[in-house]
């Protein structure tokens, strides 16, 4: 009992370090907390978007489940009704296996085909007739059909006749009408049955058909139906006739697919594939619509982790060194009563012991607000639509489990045995030691000491060389982005190469501080003077809050300048690969022949085969795309891929465009910078006259042609017209310059003026190009507009939707979330870090500062000393920081165009840098320095001469 009243009142001692030791502590276990609640609910959200996808765009329920079996199969009739019945609760038992609800299904069983014709048919009649067809029964068939005519069967019939309902279709192949029995024949075992027609059913309508798990009446024309509970009393369990097939349909509710879910969704989706392969010898198969979907689930959860976990990685670095330092200056605090303990007989282990009972009472505390502050995280993650840009997006769907919990026990504990270390340490000095160490002011650190600094960089700069020489390969070979993936030690090794290099330039800093102590000894003035002299003597006092900062800096500009590259090229790419806002195109009415409906067409020789006939369209009105509403400008914009070029050297296939020049300039999307000149320059020398091209750089270096020189272009059924050339452009909107994947071929471009191509060529379907006014209103606007008139398209894309797609991707929101998140936690725990650290230094000089005032030294002065030494170490490691960052960028931010496809990435890869990142970065330090200072002269001016000197003395 005594040594935990010791501990608590130790603690009690430095209670505000205790306390910033457990935010980091907490903050710790929050970010490990939210790496599993993260990639959990934004895989969910993501599974539940794609299989929305599936149902609006494939036009397939992704709940819906479908078992085909054939149970006549079985040989031994008795033991088919138990298996069926088996059948029945293993399958419409699926849906409680695996937590979702139904919404509905239906089972629907037949019989072997019959032989059937009119009860009342002559012999002829019998022998002329070869209309086959089955008993069949659907569970729920009412909320499936409707009754056009007749009624609806009698169950409880008992003279043998099976009363049935058949389809128009059907009954007029029996050649009978209803009310007119009709013979069923065996043709196994001869048996024949009496089926009597009483009602003529269709599909129900579309508003009255079971929409989650409709019944495709149409596939099964052929077929009488009778009551579900007749067919299972006579053909299941009487076994009159033998068993053709069963066939169950099951409409499950995937909104309520959880994370928690998948692995049992999958095992119970294998056990069922199983069951059925082994009770029918593989006459069943299993089909489940968002069974794909979900098997791709496990593989991107385990790609996100390892990015979130590489993501967070510099994050930990920075927090691991927080708790090392606020660890190391709560035992820098305690070394002397460390050592006296020690003189006293308290062994290492004991010390130890007391320590790790203070780590694991806030570690414990950690451990119980960490993983709600996760959940904080995780819906701040969530609602990140770019670097430290949030949008009101629907809150993530966020649950804690019991691994959650575990892995932010593991996280509180791994903490606080980093926090022993210096305990540990310290545990080694003896009273001695404690006494010859602070009488040395100046000793070599221990990273300095081991090269640690050394090793770091050359370990990054080895990696860097290993990442450009992949990215090199990936250029050279045009390879896809599958074909390599992104090393996950692309986000962790910029941390390692900034802490490496602010190691470095910290081991040259004092030198620098002796050379301007050196250079202008003779005029700085007294508390300028004391400021170098300290810092060039006790630099390695300093050190820990140096690079504290140093890495803070760093990691925040790298991950500023990753996420903005990131972002800035995925939509540049978007919107240079479409053109536009919104490309479509309508379709037109031609002379072309309706394909040949069956088999090929017949062979004709060469001299009968006539050249095959030019088709002629009819162009539909472009003048109302143009009164849309939120439509800013649009341009009719002709682009054929198989024209055919010749030049004087050589010819070949390429891609054509047509343009209208003034509209199109105000319509198409270009980059700035892609040009030797801008875009309108181009289409202003292309306007001046109607037989003048621009051509691309692949064919000016391929053909050896350029501005003045003729070229023929054309294509199939059309004879070549001669144009001039009159530029070259390297990048065209919508045109990719590259080679296509394992190509060594460049693509080629002739541009040309839509009046010339039709006028000298042909008239034939183009794209509409439309730039919208800014708001997603417009968007909203054009497509009401489009549905409102009806107009055909054939194709539509639209930059704003692809870009909405592209910011939910759950690895870029993960790039996004956590570079936000764990520059916002840098800069937070900096400024605690920063506060923490000086705040101790200036109650450790307490007595330096009373001599000052003793001998006579204004107030003033001393405060000229605090921001002289704040410039020489915060600020100066700020402006280490910017360095290193930018440095690091420089290197590492290019290399995630490994990342992209190499063959589709245009515009070119290029490092985007936003001085708001800067100046949110530099109006932090400006904050942080100018409380610290506030604080620190508050607390200097309480400072009384009398007390400090008999401080000192005792």
Known sequence: MALWVMILRK???????????????????????????????????????ELQLMQTERNVYPGYMRVNALPGTIDDRARAAQVVDNLDRYVFGFPERVGLSMHSGYAARSTIMLRVYGADATEQEIRNTNVVGSFRAVSNLERQIRLIDGRMPDAGRSDGVYEALVTQSFLIKLKRDLGEEITGLNRETGEKFRILPVGVIESAAPEAIDAYAPYPLQNYESSFYIPHDVFMRDFVYGGRLQLGGFQYVLALDYTQLKTTGIETFLEQSAYMDRYLANRFSYNADLTIAMLEKIETYEKKRERLGVVLLSLYAPVMMMLAF???????????????????????????????????????????????????????????????????????????????????????????????????????????????DRKRESARLEKTPFWHKTGIDLILIAAAVWLLSDFRRQSADMRELALEAGSLQVDPLLFVMPAVLALGGGLFILRLYPWFIRLVYFLGRRWWPPALYSTLVTISRSSGQYLGIKVFLIMTVATGLFSANAARTIGDNMENKIRYAIGADVVLTSRWENDAPPPMAGGPAPQQTEADAAPPKRVQYT??????????????????????????????????????????????????????????????????????????????????????????????????????????????????????????????????????????????????????????????????????????????????????????????????????????????????????????????????????????????????????????EQLLTTVAAVVIGVIVGNVVSEQFVPLFEMAFNPSEQVPPFEIVRHAGDYAQLYGVVAVMLALGLIVLGWRLARVKIAQALKLGEE
């Open 11 to 49: 603690m009690a001692s430095t209670k505000w370090l205790q306390l910033n030791l457990w935010f980091g502590l907490t903050v710790c276990v929050a970010l490990f907390s939210s790496m599993p609640l993260y990639a959990n609910a934004i895989l969910e959200r993501t599974l539940q978007k």
């Open 322 to 432: 927080y708790l090392y330092m606020t660890a190391g200056l709560i035992v820098e605090r305690q070394k002397t009563e460390i050592a006296v303990l020690r003189s006293r007989g308290a062994s290492r282990l004991q010390v130890l012991l007391a320590y790790a009972a203070e780590g694991l009472m806030l570690g414990a505390a950690a451990w119980a607000v960490g993983p709600w502050l996760g959940v904080l995280f995780t819906k701040m993650l969530g609602a990140s639509s770019g670097f430290l840009t949030f949008v009101d997006r629907a809150a993530l769907d966020v649950e804690l489990t019991g691994g959650v919990w575990a892995i932010a026990a593991s996280a509180a504990f791994g903490a606080a045995l980093l926090t022993l270390v210096p305990a540990g340490r310290a545990a080694r000095t003896s009273i001695v």
């Open 619 to 868: 162009e539909p009105p472009f003048l109302p795309f143009t009164e849309m509403p939120g439509v800013e400008a649009a341009a009719r914009v002709f682009v054929k891929e198989d024209a055919r070029l010749n030049a004087a050297g050589g010819g070949g296939v390429t891609t054509m465009y047509g343009i209208e020049t003034y509209e199109f300039g105000r319509t198409a999307w270009m980059k700035n910078g892609l040009l030797d000149y801008h875009l309108n320059a181009y289409l202003n020398l292309l306007a001046s006259d109607p037989r003048g091209v621009l051509i691309s750089r692949s064919v000016a270096e391929e053909f050896g042609v350029g501005p003045g020189d003729p070229i023929y272009i054309g294509w199939e059924g059309l004879d070549s017209t001669m144009l001039t050339v009159f530029g070259v452009v390297d990048y065209w909107p919508g045109w990719n310059p590259l080679p296509a994947p394992g190509k060594q071929e460049k693509p080629r471009l002739v541009v040309a003026q839509l009046s010339a191509i039709h006028n000298r060529l042909a008239l034939e379907p183009y794209e509409v190009w439309l730039n919208l006014e800014d708001g997603a209103a417009s968007s909203a606007a054009l497509y009401e507009a489009i549905t409102e008139a009806g107009y055909p398209l054939t194709s539509l894309q639209d930059a704003g939707q692809e870009l909405i797609r592209s910011k939910n991707d759950p690895f870029r929101l993960a790039i996004n979330g956590v570079m936000t998140l764990g520059f916002v936690i840098s800069m937070l725990i900096s400024f605690f870090g920063f506060l923490v650290f000086w705040l101790l230094s200036l109650s450790g000089r307490t007595l330096q500062f009373g001599v000052l005032r003793a001998m006579g030294i204004p107030f003033g002065q001393l405060i000229g000393m605090l921001a002289s």
